[in-house]
């Protein structure tokens, strides 16, 4: 559900950028070259990409260390802060060239963290599914990914119907990266509540295994405990 | 398995990994242009409303 959630939420901002790249044109850049505020709009959206794979090896490597769940819960709160911080930029008109380079900076950290959660969603329901049901419950990262995109069009059209040009430009525009914090604290929380059951239950049971990512942890050492038994003899 | 022979494995089929993550990028970035991009294509070059431009976009994901 996290995982779903996250992914869903990261492929609605990245789409709502672009479905609102016309308006955020005109808030963040000078309106005198509509051509040159467009360019610069998608030049934004473009280098946020470059970090990306950094983030997608810092995480997963982060992520085999520190615990799926820890490291999800995180990229969605650094995902979500950001994207939620993009909805306050005051406008160009206000602080002049801060407005783009912030709009940047934001962007950037939000790649940076989406990176890993994306992959992060898509292993840690691998590890944790069930094996009968393991394709199936991997498939939701590329459904979340998929609605992400369907929901900001959705929210796109009905904006741009409903609102006036200036309201776009004002407030309009804000509304879907401002919804995106109180959504990304949904989604950590979900994760929240299924580590506070699988304790409940491992209290319980007391067993290794139940720990998110100890099977996962132990195996490697007991296999190099046998491979150096092996050697020995 | 040693670990010369898993390279030598990797070594081996490695024109055929190249050829599959071209096509992968060539699909994801062809999907990610156009999904992205068309709405403001549709405005700038087709005068289409913002509106209308993304009712398009939300059809063609439904569809």
Redesign the interface.
């Known amino acids: 559900m996290a995982g779903g959630l996250g992914t869903l939420l990261e492929y609605f901002d990245?789409?709502s950028y672009?479905?609102l790249?016309?308006?955020i044109a005109v808030v963040f850049f000078p309106s005198e070259d509509r051509a040159a505020a467009?360019l610069s709009t998608?030049a934004i959206?473009a280098l946020s990409f470059l970090v990306r794979p950094i983030g997608a090896f810092i995480w997963g490597s982060l992520g085999d260390r520190l615990g799926r769940k820890t490291i999800l819960a995180t990229t969605i709160l650094i995902m979500s802060g950001s994207t939620f911080l993009i909805g306050f930029i005051p406008d160009y008109t206000v602080i002049g060239l801060a407005a783009p380079a912030l709009l940047l900076l934001l962007r950037m950290t939000q790649s940076f963290s989406a990176s890993g959660e994306y992959a992060g969603a898509g292993t840690f329901i691998a590890e944790y599914a069930p094996p009968k049901r393991r394709g199936l419950l991997t498939s939701v990262v590329p459904m979340a990914a998929?609605a992400g995109?369907?929901l900001a069009?959705?929210m796109?059209?009905v904006f741009?119907?409903t609102m006036s040009p200036e309201f776009m430009q004002t407030w309009g525009w804000r509304i879907p990266f401002i919804v995106a914090g109180p959504l990304g604290i949904l989604a950590s929380g979900c994760d929240r509540v299924s580590r506070t059951r699988r304790s409940s239950g491992a209290s319980r049971r007391r067993s290794a295994s139940s720990r998110p990512g100890a099977a996962h942890a132990w195996r490697p050492r007991a296999a190099g405990r046998r491979s150096r038994r092996a050697f020995r003899r | 398995m040693a670990p010369t022979s898993r390279w030598a494995e990797v070594a081996k089929s490695l024109p055929s990994m190249i050829k599959t993550l071209l096509v992968m990028s060539l699909n994801a970035g062809a999907y990610y242009l156009l999904?992205?991009?068309i709405?403001?294509f549709l405005?700038?070059q087709a005068h289409m409303?913002?509106?209308s431009s993304?009712?398009v976009?939300?059809i063609g994901?439904?569809a």
Do not use: D, G, M, R
Request: hydrophobic share 50%.
């Open positions: 990245y789409a672009s479905y790249a016309t308006t467009l998608f959206f998929a995109f369907l069009s959705l796109a059209t741009y119907a | 999904l992205s991009y709405p403001t405005i700038e409303s913002e509106a993304t009712l976009v939300t994901l439904v």
